[in-house]
């Protein structure tokens, strides 16, 4: 029987950013490299709204920072990389190493690739290292589940996101898609 190599964080990032001419995304998991399936457009879309959402908003009001596709170092042999993150003011963020603990908001968009186990791992990791807020969105059924401490509460895309915990994290309500 094989044994699958365990990483440390340290041999994650020299890890390579592409192989065979081909770029390759992973994840760190308990010490288990993981290969992140190719984004396809819609969840490029959807990403890519959300960032500029919460960009925009923040920026306005000073807020902290966001960001799309960064890795942190969560705990342990544990590296996630949300699709977007928020993190609040006053927080600083290493420029030359990945940054330790959760994002305070951690933004995942679901592709079909995703299983559902493999959500709920990444919202206990997020959780874990100490994130207040996770929202996970299912572009194709047009939905938000908004994760927090309290509880999960579901949004359809029309609506507002107007979570009150939400809105501890970000101060107002932020249009999904």
């Not at 029987?1 to 995304?25: I, Q, W, Y």
């Not at 920026?59 to 966001?66: A, H, I, K, P, S």
């Not at 190493?97 to 186990?117: F, I, Q, Y």
Request: glycine letters at 8%; aromatic letters at 6%; proline letters at 5%.
């Amino acid at each position: 029987m094989a044994t699958k190599a365990h990483l440390t964080v340290e041999d994650f990032v020299r890890l390579p950013e592409s192989v065979g001419g081909r770029d390759v995304r992973y994840e760190l998991v308990e010490g288990e490299l993981v290969e992140i399936a190719p984004e396809m457009l819609l969840h490029n879309l959807v990403r890519d709204k959300v960032l500029v959402a919460l960009l925009e908003y923040v920026d306005r009001r000073r807020r902290g920072t966001v960001i799309g596709m960064q890795h942190f170092h969560l705990s342990g042999d544990t590296v996630r990389r949300p699709d977007v993150s928020f993190v609040q003011a006053g927080r600083e963020l290493p420029l030359d190493k990945l940054p330790e603990g959760a994002p305070d908001l951690a933004v995942e968009v679901v592709s079909p690739t995703n299983t559902p186990r493999e959500i709920d791992q990444r919202i206990s990791d997020y959780f874990a290292a100490g994130c207040q807020r996770v929202w996970v969105a299912y572009p194709e059924d047009r939905e938000v589940y908004i994760h927090g401490l309290a509880g999960v509460t579901r949004r359809c895309a029309d609506e507002l996101l107007e979570d009150a915990a939400a809105a501890g994290v970000l101060g107002e309500g932020v249009e999904f898609v």
